[in-house]
């Protein structure tokens, strides 16, 4: 299994940034994905997943400023982040799977400013 996210970068508070989450060595059409967040200092956290069939579940904290999607054909998950805060900041990682069988991207950045 291999997880390529990007799209993250520097932002101002209110802004949005859209990441991606490339995935191959999976059947990525029957296999949930979720986000997660590390900001310094602290622990991992779900900021949202997405299952086969479309549905989605979000963080409090993320609710109604992020949305999960993906595409089948691409074999893509998204994450389009608005009204950007400067709590948001921390390394987003994709992830695939659970607990033991988990995989996991390499994180990518978003640092919103203030």
């Known amino acids: 299994v291999q997880l390529q996210a990007s799209g993250g970068g520097l932002v101002q508070a209110g802004e949005s940034l859209r990441l991606s989450c490339a995935a191959s060595g999976i059947i990525f059409s029957m296999t949930t994905m979720y986000w997660y967040r590390q900001a310094p200092g602290k622990q991992r956290e779900l900021v949202a997943a997405?299952?086969?069939?479309?549905?989605?579940n979000y963080a409090d904290s993320t609710k109604g400023r992020f949305t999960i999607s993906r595409d089948n054909v691409k074999n893509t998950v998204y994450l389009q982040m608005d009204s950007l805060k400067p709590e948001d900041t921390a390394v987003y990682y994709c992830k695939v799977g659970t607990g033991a069988f988990a995989s996991w991207g390499q994180g990518t950045q978003l640092t919103v400013s203030s």
């Open positions: 997405i299952t086969s069939g479309g549905t989605t």
